[in-house]
């Protein structure tokens, strides 16, 4: 009897839209993309309703059956599984399970069937599906208008996952639409500067928000992002990292990660935004350049241990999903605790308006930072380049 299979993202962005445009069927194949690393979702073969990644959102009962056998089996934390018990997770009959799991083995996944009935998943190596993102990230218990359902887009490569996710939100993609990548070609910060994202060890991915603000709040995306990117190392390392303003994630003194929002507006209203996200969390000193390593860390490096991209997206996700589900100045206290390398500091800001100098005070209700001149003058700074004084 045919199973439903996988199919691994090998051409980057333009799969995505030819999937999401056309709706197209992907038939059964996996392919490994890295030998660290399997990008798949899977589609239906011999099955009524076929998988499709719709503009719409929406995800076909097979997609979410198999993201329930893997939230059972990752909630049991290496133990075993009744048959029983991962039937009723996923509203299946006990022998359509070893069909449903075969190609999760067959990707990498390292489940172990016993012949009494059960099923055990083992440390899993540094792969990932969109299912384990589905499953890992159920919607919150309480619904709420700020908070979307994830929908995980898992890519080989492309360009930059900002471009594909921007593209989706202006062809009309519900928000939670994320977009993450093995490598990048073309990642990119602030300013359009480069972004070092080989397929190393990073996470690089892109969120699609549909936020209800004005363009002139639009800066709370950045503070309330990179506080998830805080409580999401934390949840993984257990040592929170520092923020320097605006959008770098340090740990021990050195860059560990990054963060652009890029926003679309609609009548002063914010459309849609995006949340390019960068953390560095597999690569060894040798994996980046020799401009960078002097500047960047990763998780590996600080904490000498390796950490699966997968659980640190699935930390990110729920991070954020709390953040956006709490008022704005929660997360903009949590800032100001976690942003000491740059409140109290003298700095000097590059901005499109010249050079300012001052010291960093604090944020105000719409994100900027508040800087204070030399007569005591407070200004708020939505962008900018900054260097301690």
């Known amino acids: 009897m045919p199973h439903h299979g996988t199919f691994a993202l090998e051409i980057g962005d333009q799969l ?80 359509a399970i070893e069909r449903h799991l075969a190609p999760y083995v067959e990707a990498g996944y390292p489940l172990e069937f016993h012949p009494l009935g059960g099923v055990i998943l083992h440390e899993p190596p540094d792969i990932w599906s969109a299912e384990e993102i589905l499953g890992r990230c159920p919607p919150p218990a309480r619904k709420h208008p700020a908070v979307p359902k994830w929908d995980p887009v898992l890519l080989a490569e492309t360009a930059s996952t900002n471009n594909v996710a921007r593209l989706q939100g202006r062809k009309g993609a519900r928000a939670g639409l994320v977009v993450a990548a093995s490598r990048q070609t073309s990642g990119r910060g602030r300013l359009g500067r480069a972004w070092e994202s080989p397929s190393s060890g990073g996470l690089y991915v892109s969120i699609l928000l549909r936020p209800d603000l004005a363009m002139s709040e639009a800066g709370r995306l950045t503070i309330l992002s990179s506080v998830a990117m805080v409580d999401a190392v934390e949840t993984i390392i257990g040592e929170r990292p520092q923020i320097k303003w605006p959008n770098d994630l340090m740990l021990s ?93 003298r700095v000097t800001l590059t901005t499109t308006r010249g050079r300012k100098h001052g010291q960093a005070v604090g944020l105000d209700e719409s994100g900027a930072l508040l800087l204070r001149d030399a007569e005591g003058e407070i200004e708020a700074i939505t962008a900018g380049d900054m260097q301690a004084c």
């Open 16 to 95: 995505l839209r030819t999937c999401v445009e056309t709706e197209t069927i992907l038939k059964n194949t996996l392919t490994p993309v890295t030998e660290s690393l399997v990008y798949h979702v899977f589609t239906s073969s011999g099955h009524d309703a076929a998988d499709k990644h719709g503009l719409d959102g929406t995800m076909s009962s097979l997609r979410e059956k198999d993201a329930a056998l893997l939230k059972a089996l990752f909630a049991a934390e290496g133990q075993w599984v009744t048959l029983r018990k991962l039937a009723k997770a996923a509203d299946i009959t006990e022998s």
């Open 253 to 345: 003194g050195r860059k560990l990660g990054g963060l652009l929002i890029e926003t679309e507006p609609k009548g002063g209203r914010v459309a849609f935004a995006v949340a390019g996200i960068g953390i560095n969390v597999r690569q060894e000193a040798g994996d980046f350049s020799s401009e960078v390593r002097r500047l960047a860390t990763s998780l590996r490096i600080a904490k000498g241990q390796l950490y699966r991209r997968a659980d640190v997206l699935v930390a990110l996700l729920e991070a954020l999903g709390r953040r956006l589900a709490r008022p704005f100045d929660e997360a903009r206290e949590a800032w100001i605790s976690a942003g000491s390398v740059t409140l109290g500091q």
